[in-house]
T-cell receptor
Framework: RKEVEQDPGPFNVPEGATVAFNCTYS??????FFWYRQDCRKEPKLLMS?????NEDGRFTAQLNRASQYISLLIRDSKLSDSATYLC??????????WGAGTKLIIKP | SQTIHQWPATLVQPVGSPLSLECTVE??????LYWYRQAAGRGLQLLFY??????ISSEVPQNLSASRPQDRQFILSSKKLLLSDSGFYLC?????????FGQGTRLTVV
């Protein structure tokens, strides 16, 4: 079993809709989690950190559920520019970054 | 502020030729450093990581090697490239889990 799993998508979503995707992890030692955004043929860039108490940044909300071992990303009022691949990553005390394979999101006009 | 430089951005190399990709970090000390490879439409595959000078851990057996001659310098090398070495190579550094990537090198072996 992969340590971090994501639905690869693609998620085809109309502009203005709300979209959510999850990422499950198997390593309970993972201490921190993050969501990254990767545009085509570009490097991943940090989108936001994920906390148990939730983290909201504008239209984006990230949540960590340690009991069920998943993290989520919610995007409200989606824009065409939100089209990208979204990667989740967990970090453990052994300096390991455990990456999901990414979820592709396509926002359609 | 911290910055990471990776070069070159694109590279076309013949099979059997050597490879050297360089990555340097500025604005931080003793960073954790990583080399990843990403195939088209796929996730990040960890190749090497380093927690200090001269300390290299390899995740997968392969035709590549890595070195960290200085605290903020991470080099990915190969003596003889294979066609299967083509891909998008990313260098990254991390602190407390947050990872920051270089612009990537798109390597095509012909």
């Amino acid at each position: 079993r992969k340590e971090v799993e994501q639905d690869p998508g693609p998620f085809n979503v109309p502009e203005g809709a709300t979209v959510a995707f999850n990422c499950t992890y198997s390593n309970s030692a993972s201490q921190s989690f993050f969501w990254y955004r990767q545009d085509c043929r570009k490097e991943p860039k940090l989108l936001m950190s994920v906390y148990s108490s939730g983290n909201e940044d504008g239209r984006f909300t990230a949540q960590l559920n340690r009991a069920s071992q998943y993290i989520s990303l919610l995007i409200r009022d989606s824009k065409l520019s939100d089209s990208a691949t979204y990667l989740c990553v967990g970090w453990d005390s052994n300096y390991q970054l455990i990456w999901g394979a990414g979820t592709k999101l396509i926002i359609k006009p | 502020s911290q910055t990471i430089h990776q070069w070159p951005a694109t590279l076309v190399q013949p099979v059997g030729s050597p490879l050297s990709l360089e990555c340097t970090v500025e604005g931080t000390s003793n960073p954790n450093l990583y080399w990843y490879r990403q195939a088209a439409g796929r996730g990040l595959q960890l190749l090497f990581y380093s927690v200090g000078i001269g300390q290299i851990s390899s995740e997968v057996p392969q035709n590549l090697s890595a070195s960290r001659p200085q605290d903020r310098q991470f080099i990915l090398s190969s003596k003889k490239l294979l066609l299967s070495d083509s891909g998008f190579y990313l260098c990254a550094w991390s602190a407390n889990g947050e990872a920051f990537f270089g612009q990537g090198t798109r390597l095509t072996v012909v």
